[in-house]
């Protein structure tokens, strides 16, 4: 506060901002991370046709590509074939799984309570519906998302220096 106060900034939240924009930013800024952008099936940012791959092969390159150390978290038979992902980035609720899954052959999520869409998940593999989840972690899944918000404050602010500093993965996995 003293820090401030004798620089005279000013500090701006806008965390319910940038999630209220559409498309979603947190799912552009994942899609472009991983170089889906050009993949976009639909307007909301939501959903991608990529090449087709494998759930596990999915799963290394977002954990390669993101710099996951720990967090991620998958659901699903490795050798489920996957073209079609469904982004829930941020927190996601049951609803949301609920009404996606069917929908594509993966979801990647930030962040699920583990006792509702993880389990829906489970129970639809269980059924024997070739089906995915991938959940990566909250911060990771919105990290891609503040670069394209520093790069958008650039615009507004050009006068001010402005760069994303990740906070990187902050689980790591014991040996």
């Known amino acids: 506060n003293d820090f401030i106060a004798m620089h005279k900034l000013v500090v701006?939240?806008?965390?319910?901002?940038?999630?209220?924009?559409?498309?979603?930013?947190r799912a552009l800024g994942l899609a472009r991370a991983m170089g889906w952008a050009s993949f976009?099936?639909?307007d909301d940012g939501l959903r991608y046709d990529v090449r087709p791959t494998t759930l596990d092969n999915l799963a290394g390159q977002l954990k390669k590509v993101l710099g996951?150390?720990?967090g991620l978290r998958v659901i699903g038979n490795p050798a489920t074939a996957v073209r079609r992902i469904g982004l829930l980035p941020g927190y996601t609720l049951i609803q949301a799984s609920v009404a996606m899954l069917p929908t594509v052959d993966?979801?990647?999520?930030?962040?699920?309570?583990?006792?509702?869409?993880?389990?829906?998940?489970?129970?639809?593999?269980?059924?024997?519906?070739?089906?995915?989840?991938?959940?990566?972690?909250?911060?990771?899944?919105?990290?891609?998302?503040?670069?394209?918000?520093?790069?958008?404050?650039?615009?507004?602010?050009?006068?001010?220096?402005?760069?994303?500093?990740s906070a990187g993965d902050p689980y790591w996995r014991p040996l």
Not at 118 to 142: C, H, L, M, P, W
């Open 106 to 165: 993966v979801i990647v999520t930030g962040e699920v309570q583990e006792w509702e869409s993880a389990t829906y998940a489970q129970d639809v593999v269980f059924a024997g519906i070739k089906k995915g989840f991938i959940s990566i972690g909250r911060v990771v899944n919105e990290a891609p998302a503040m670069q394209l918000c520093a790069d958008w404050l650039k615009t507004i602010v050009p006068e001010v220096p402005v760069r994303f500093i």
């Open 12 to 25: 701006f939240r806008l965390n319910e901002h940038w999630n209220l924009r559409r498309p979603d930013p």
């Open 68 to 70: 996951i150390r720990g």
């Open 40 to 42: 976009a099936s639909g």
